[in-house]
């Protein structure tokens, strides 16, 4: 009854407020504004905002919250001149707070809707209204995960799971993983419920293999408010059977060295374990028991070559295998590696005629790995393949041959075949071998001869000029020596002073019982120790030559030499009022002193040139001229630059240029003077480095 009358009186209220802005002209307004819509977990307690503004400024008379949704509408709270009133289901619940928001505690699933906020200003007769939207958020049930298979898994098997979440609001989105992994495939469409609130989502595993064995599948049901709801998840660790997976591993390797101790392991792979591991050496078809057991390894110490073959391991739990792959069994091939022996045996010697074929010498071995077999010569360290054999046999291939048969780093085992070589003598060396010797010297001409037998004969000619034979003897200026050699002989030809009649063509020759072979030898005459001295001095000579004018050539190049017809001055440069011929004009004949003319002049203080033939004709005349010029560079003894003293005290004057006219140009020198000079003769003195 007191809500409402309550009602009843804001009516009044509200009349009696537009009856008068009919009456009284008053512009005023009342501005509400609210916050965004809400999300509220059931249970928890959540402020709808609302605020207001009035202008002009005055108070405000009524508050009012109402709520609506898709099935009714119904007022939660009025404040009126300060004293609130809470309507129906929000009685303990709801209050105006902060200026007009509302505060509505233990939220429940029929709080959801829309609320009106109103605000009245009667003495204006203005008011406003806003509304602003509250979600109620429910919690889903963890999920859960049913496997269609109630025990362990087979491989081979068709396998489901299937997750479910039950009473969210909203519904939550289930998500498959494997582990961390997010998985697509296998993953069917979400099946949902909303009466009953309850989604469901399946994984097909078709078929399930003995890599699932262990794996862990997470179903996460996520509602999309992490800041409100967690993430939730289920998970199940898959327990697959299948039989055993086997694999050998060998210790050192498959491939192991005689005497060696080898030791097999069978790696097995299964759920459940294995109940059974058995060995087994494979011959073909048939197979022998060697271990049974639940051992995985099998030993064998100090291998032998008759151990050689295919060892098996076989493993069994009871789960019966589907595929060859699972069949729990496993073979290793083993190698056993020996040292090589030479199974060859050969008749010796081999005897072959001088220039005749070789037949091939096979030289055959056993070992593991298959042995590397060549020919070794004894003594030359030649190399040759196996079968050892020659188109052509000479003496340098008779001797003892060695068979070497080598594998890994097993000792190599060898056997010797001697080839014994007959036949006519056969010369080493060029033919015809060229030698020189020097004049006076001693002369020796080598003959090295292969034999087998040794020549009985071994002979030296001289040829002429028309190749007749001259047979040489020891005596006079040949002496002849011989000495036995392992596989023939050497016979040396000496001429004990090498002159020029000793220059010509030798031919040594040698015969056996089989045979004979001459070689021819051109012996010339070098040169005498004066022929080589001159030339090395005529070398020398040359060369001192060759660097004097190139030294030359640089000091020209660098100025250090003067230059024909090109005087030098002082500075180094050229005089441009000197040259072959001077014409000098005197500017004051009536200043110049009369001096005596010098008693003697020193070739090292200057050479007379044209210039100083002209200084004497001055004199006759009475002029006064400078003294000669310094060399290149020189000055004064005083420090001045210019002329010097000479040895009588004779201090000349510097010559005076500056009143010579182009026009008065003439040779310094006349015919005519009566200086008792030679004209051509100071004319060839102008080129003198002091001018």
Not at 53 to 74: G, K, L, M, N, Y
Not at 102 to 110: A, F, T
Not at 533 to 543: D, E, F, G, Q, R
């Amino acid at each position: 009854m007191a809500g409402r009358a309550f009602m009843q009186l804001s009516a009044v209220l509200a009349f009696l407020a537009s009856f008068l802005v009919l009456f009284v002209d008053i512009e005023a307004a009342v501005t509400v504004s609210v916050g965004p819509p809400q999300t509220v977990l059931k249970g928890n307690t959540v402020v709808l905002q609302c605020t207001y503004s009035v202008t002009p400024a005055a108070q405000v008379d009524i508050i009012t919250w109402s709520f609506t949704s898709s099935s009714e509408s119904r007022e939660v709270v009025t404040m009126l001149a300060n004293t609130q009133s809470v309507f129906g289901t929000y009685e303990g619940r709801a209050s105006i707070t902060e200026q007009a928001s509302l505060r509505i505690e233990n939220v429940g699933e029929s709080d959801e809707g829309t609320y009106r906020c109103t605000v009245k200003v009667l003495s204006q007769g203005s008011a406003d209204t806003k509304s602003v939207d509250l979600t109620v958020l429910v919690g889903a049930s963890a999920p859960t995960i049913v496997s269609t298979v109630n025990s362990a898994a087979r491989a081979g098997d068709d396998l489901t799971l299937t997750c479910r979440s039950d009473g969210g609001k909203p519904l939550p989105t289930l998500t498959w993983f494997n582990g961390s992994q997010p998985l697509e495939t296998g993953v069917g469409e979400p099946t949902t419920n909303e009466g009953a609130r309850q989604v469901i989502r399946d994984l097909s595993l078709s078929p399930v293999t003995r890599f699932d064995d262990q794996t862990n599948f997470v179903c996460k049901a996520d509602q999309g408010y992490p800041d409100q709801l967690e993430v939730q998840t289920a998970e199940q660790v898959l327990d697959v059977q299948y039989p055993p997976v086997a694999s050998i591993s060998s210790n050192p390797n498959s491939s192991v060295k005689e005497t060696n101790t080898l030791t097999l392991t069978c790696v097995v792979q299964s759920n459940p374990d294995p109940s059974q591991i058995r060995w087994l050496k494979v011959s073909g078809d048939s197979a022998d028991v060697l271990q049974t057991g639940l051992t995985t390894t099998y030993v064998i110490p100090k291998i032998n070559r008759s151990q050689n073959g295919t060892y098996r391991c076989e493993a069994s739990n009871g789960v019966i295998p589907r595929d060859r792959e699972a069949d729990g069994q496993a073979t290793v091939n083993i190698d056993v590696y020996y040292a090589p022996k030479i199974s060859s045996s050969f008749v010796q010697p081999f005897r072959v005629d001088f220039g005749s074929s070789l037949p091939a010498v096979t030289c055959e071995a056993e070992g593991n790995p298959m042995p590397n077999l060549q020919w070794v010569q004894v003594g030359t360290g030649r190399t040759f393949n196996n079968p050892l054999s020659f188109a052509t046999m000479t003496y340098s291939e008779e001797g003892t041959f060695t068979c070497v048969a080598a594998a890994l780093d097993f000792p190599q085992d060898t056997v010797n075949v001697t080839i014994d070589v007959k036949g006519r003598p056969d010369i080493i060396g060029d033919r015809p071998a060229a030698q020189e010797f020097m004049e006076g010297k001693v002369a020796q001409v080598v003959c090295e001869i292969q034999a087998d037998p040794r020549p009985n004969k071994v002979e030296w000619f001289l040829l002429d000029s028309s190749d007749n034979r001259a047979i040489i003897t020891t005596g006079g200026p040949y002496r002849i020596m011989q000495e036995n050699l392992p596989n023939g002989m050497k016979s040396v030809l000496k001429i004990n002073s090498m002159k020029p009649e000793h220059s010509g063509r030798y031919v040594c020759k040698a015969t056996n019982m089989y045979g004979e072979d001459e070689q021819y030898f051109d012996v010339t005459l070098q040169g005498s120790d004066a022929t080589l001295v001159i030339i090395i001095v005529v070398v020398v000579l040359l060369l001192l030559l060759l660097l004097v004018g190139i030294g030359l050539m640089l000091a020209h190049k660098r100025g250090l030499l003067p230059c024909k017809g090109e005087p030098e001055t002082g500075k180094g440069g050229r005089d441009e009022n000197v040259t072959n011929e001077f014409s000098i004009e005197m500017a004051d004949k009536d200043k110049s002193p009369t001096a005596p003319l010098p008693s003697r002049v020193e070739s090292s203080q200057y050479i007379p040139t044209p210039l100083v033939a002209a200084s004497y004709e001055a004199r006759l005349s009475g002029a006064s001229f400078g003294e000669p010029r310094s060399p290149v560079g020189q000055d004064k003894p005083d420090g001045k630059k210019g002329g010097y003293r000479d040895e009588d005290g004779l201090n000349n004057a510097e010559l005076d240029l500056s009143s010579r006219k182009p026009a008065s140009r003439r040779p310094i020198v006349d015919p005519k003077d009566t200086l008792d000079m030679d004209y051509p003769t100071l004319r060839q003195q102008t080129t003198s480095p002091y001018v």
